[in-house]
């Protein structure tokens, strides 16, 4: 893995740039930016520029990859106990046990088949990690998440029958299109469901979906720099 993202030295500035643009669209929205909580994702970055970012008072991170996050985190959450941990990529069945055991919170939640596993690992395990379920608001065939018009009834599953502690939903609008009606629909799936937390936004488009009632982004090149990815 490699990137092509700044000196480690400039990721607490970023971080301060990215805080206070979280500030000025909470204020214009009249929210307490205290209300929405920062994911720092560090994907392809390697543990130092993690350990930069919780130097700088950071504690929220975000992964995509089960693997990437149980050989980077572990170590370091021994210097900063308090680290809490997101995954914010597919995950897929087989890598449930790990999920549970090494994250704290599962922002992609997205079909029957996870749900049930999950609801199995909670209850072998004990622990109990708070979910967000991915609504796929573009209708993409490639990206991950339950279909709009099925989320209420999914939803209703995963709490109901079993007993997920589901806390909100997530979506990842089409990269081609604005935004902002994306995050309204997710909004509105969430509040008719009493649901109060919102995982929406990223690098290009946080400020909007701070505006539009975000309780959680996921901010990765702002702060930590562009990615390169290897060759396939």
Known sequence: MSNTGPEVSSIAANLAAVRQRIADAAAQARRDAASVTLIAV???FPAEAVREALVAGQRHFGE???QEGMAKYPALREEYPDLVLHLIGPLQTNKVKQTVAHFDV???LDRPKLAEELAKEFGKSGRRLPCFIQVNTGEEPQK???APQEA???IADCRDRLKLPVVGLMCIPPAEEEPSPHFALLNKIAQRNGLAQLSMGMSGDYDT?????ATHVRVGSAIFGGRSYPQA
Do not use: Y
């Open 42 to 44: 560090a994907k392809t």
């Open 64 to 66: 995509n990859r089960v």
């Open 106 to 108: 599962i922002h992609t």
């Open 144 to 146: 991950a998440g339950c």
């Open 152 to 154: 209420d009834a999914f």
């Open 209 to 213: 979906a701070t505006m539009l009632g």
